[in-house]
T-cell receptor, first 110, second 116 residues
Framework: SQKIEQNSEALNIQEGKTATLTCNYTNYSPAYLQWYRQDPGRGPVFLLL?????KEKRKERLKVTFDTTLKQSLFHITASQPADSATYLCALSGTYKYIFGTGTRLKVLA | GAVVSQHPSRVICKSGTSVKIECRSL??????MFWYRQFPKQSLMLMATSNEGSKATYEQGVEKDKFLINHASLTLSTLTVTSAHPEDSSFYIC????????????FGDGTRLSIL
């Protein structure tokens, strides 16, 4: 069955450093991969979408890579700030349906 | 842009009550809406997908008679939890997507449902 793993349940990082979150998947060939941010008690907020034929996408301090050979995506936040503390979800989509990972809780320490 | 409004944000009611949750896309037309359920520290579990004017497609294991979904217009979908029981208590989140293909989903802020 299709499976998505986000490498760590929680990640603590010092302010100003680069946070790197990992999303690995198996038994799936997604056409798209998306990253969302979710704050406690709120719905997820869309951050970035990357297509299978794209290797990298950037938006301000965010960068996403997509390696379809390794079946892996990396999500980077550079110059991290305490306000970046949240849970980050990756989601794969092929046809119409999305499959979400369990998320990584990022905490940026001041 | 791409704002999705979900109401109510919190519901507490007695067992046996039916509860309706509304999901509205405020500034775009949502050709597809999704309903999710999320347990603490777990990911989003897709319950059903609905397209405007069509019957919803339910995921395996989700009772369609228990969770009634109506997508009557391009801006409104409702989820009704019928005869709710304590095990239905959860965080329910809707999302909406405009256009075709794999466009991003835009999520509401969720409804915390507590059945006593």
């Amino acid at each position: 069955s299709q499976k998505i793993e986000q490498n760590s349940e929680a990640l603590n990082i010092q302010e100003g450093k680069t946070a790197t979150l990992t999303c690995n998947y198996t038994n799936y060939s997604p056409a798209y991969l998306q990253w969302y941010r979710q704050d406690p008690g709120r719905g997820p907020v869309f951050l970035l979408l990357i297509r299978e034929n794209e290797k990298e996408k950037r938006k301000e301090r965010l960068k996403v890579t997509f390696d379809t050979t390794l079946k892996q995506s990396l999500f980077h936040i550079t110059a991290s700030q305490p306000a970046d503390s949240a849970t980050y979800l990756c989601a794969l989509s092929g046809t119409y349906k999305y499959i979400f990972g369990t998320g990584t809780r990022l905490k940026v320490l001041a | 842009g791409a704002v999705v409004s979900q109401h109510p944000s919190r519901v507490i009611c007695k067992s046996g009550t039916s509860v309706k949750i509304e999901c509205r896309s405020l500034d775009f037309q949502a050709t597809t809406m999704f309903w999710y359920r999320q347990f603490p520290k777990q990911s989003l579990m897709l319950m059903a997908t609905s397209n405007e004017g069509s019957k919803a497609t339910y995921e395996q294991g989700v009772e369609k008679d228990k969770f009634l979904i109506n997508h009557a217009s391009l801006t409104l979908s409702t989820l009704t939890v019928t005869s709710a029981h304590p095990e239905d208590s959860s965080f329910y989140i809707c999302s909406a997507r405009g256009g075709r293909g794999n466009q991003p989903q835009h999520f509401g802020d969720g409804t915390r449902l507590s059945i006593l």
